[in-house]
């Protein structure tokens, strides 16, 4: 009884912080950005760019969360600059980055 409830709590806890834990087994978490605004045509632009840059598998976008999600090819790597740099140039002003090598406020060196 006690592995029914431990496995219904993790679950549980994983629906809540948005984890699939089937579906992210063993693939690279995230980059996350977080912007001041995010208009509809600038957040596609900037999806478009993300999208081409070596190495992202996938770019998506939530306008209603202010967030842009990047998520790296298996065993690839974007640089947080560069990401920060393609929101930039898509007419956005990113205020923070969450990603493997760290969470970023200012614009990365890297």
């Not at 029914?4 to 834990?21: E, I, P, R, W």
């Amino acid at each position: 009884m006690k592995t029914f409830q431990v496995m219904v709590m993790s679950m549980t806890l994983c629906a809540v912080c948005g984890f699939d834990a089937i579906s992210t087994a063993g693939e690279p978490q995230p980059t996350i950005v977080t912007v001041k605004k995010l208009c509809p045509t600038c957040g596609k632009k900037i999806v478009q760019k993300l999208s081409q840059m070596p190495q992202v598998a996938e770019a998506t976008m939530s306008v209603e969360e202010r967030t842009l999600r990047v998520r790296c090819a298996p065993g690839g790597s974007v640089s947080p600059r560069a990401v920060w740099e393609a929101v930039e140039s898509g007419g956005e002003q990113p205020v923070k980055i969450q990603c493997p090598a760290g969470t970023f406020t200012s614009k990365p060196r890297e």
